[in-house]
T-cell receptor, first 111, second 116 residues
Framework: GQQVMQIPQYQHVQEGEDFTTYCNSS?????IQWYKQRPGGHPVFLIQ?????EVKKQKRLTFQFGEAKKNSSLHITATQTTDVGTYFCAGGGTSYGKLTFGQGTILTVHP | DAGVTQSPTHLIKTRGQQVTLRCSPKSGHDTVSWYQQALGQGPQFIFQ???????QRGNFPDRFSGHQFPNYSSELNVNALLLGDSALYLCASSLYLRQGANYGYTFGSGTRLTVV
């Protein structure tokens, strides 16, 4: 079945440093979504990418979808303490609705 | 604008017992999906309901079953509980689109199930 791998598992940064997490799928995806989960919270939708090579930005966050639609990345510029949490990518396959989540990257930001 | 509501928030059950978790989707959403999230892991897809039918199912045994009601709310039932069923159970709602385009889920806060 479809597998989604995410690296790194943990990332510790100083406030103001940049952060990147990478996501790779074993199969071609119809779309990829990114979620943020704060400690003790639930996943919150950030963005969806659908097109090959797509790049989207949300303030300090930049999301990319690979040309082959099998990988994706999330880059945060100049991290802030409010960025703390676990970032998940979730790949959509050919069947609508089912998302396969990566194991997440836990981001810690030191002030 | 009501988000996704799940109940109860916490639950402790004994091995072998049965449990029912409940979910009310976000206003305007018609599809409910259930996910299991073990500690330190990403959510795992259990199944999805649309028009009161199970549309897709993940790799979970038949002990996991569900239901969707005409008002789009949903229940997740787990029979013969095992210690390994201890997890956060998340309900996610969305709009069902036939052309395969996905839109982001709205997740509820989850039910923390502990099996002892």
């Amino acid at each position: 079945g479809q597998q989604v791998m995410q690296i790194p598992q943990y990332q510790h940064v100083q406030e103001g440093e940049d952060f990147t997490t990478y996501c790779n799928s074993s199969t071609t995806l119809s779309n990829i979504q990114w979620y943020k989960q704060r400690p003790g919270g639930h996943p919150v939708f950030l963005i969806q990418l659908v097109k090959s090579g797509e790049v989207k930005k949300q303030k300090r966050l930049t999301f990319q979808f690979g040309e082959a639609k099998k990988n994706s990345s999330l880059h945060i510029t100049a991290t802030q303490t409010t960025d703390v949490g676990t970032y998940f990518c979730a790949g959509g396959g050919t069947s609508y609705g089912k998302l396969t989540f990566g194991q997440g990257t836990i981001l810690t930001v030191h002030p | 604008d009501a988000g996704v509501t799940q109940s109860p928030t916490h639950l402790i059950k004994t091995r072998g017992q049965q449990v029912t978790l409940r979910c009310s989707p976000k206003s305007g959403h018609d599809t409910v999906s259930w996910y299991q999230q073990a500690l330190g892991q990403g959510p795992q897809f259990i199944f999805q309901y649309y028009e009161e039918e199970e549309r897709q199912r993940g790799n979970f045994p038949d002990r996991f079953s569900g239901h969707q009601f005409p008002n789009y709310s949903s229940e997740l039932n787990v029979n013969a509980l095992l210690l390994g069923d201890s997890a956060l159970y998340l309900c996610a709602s969305s709009l069902y689109l036939r052309q395969g385009a996905n839109y982001g889920y709205t997740f509820g806060s989850g039910t923390r199930l502990t099996v002892v």
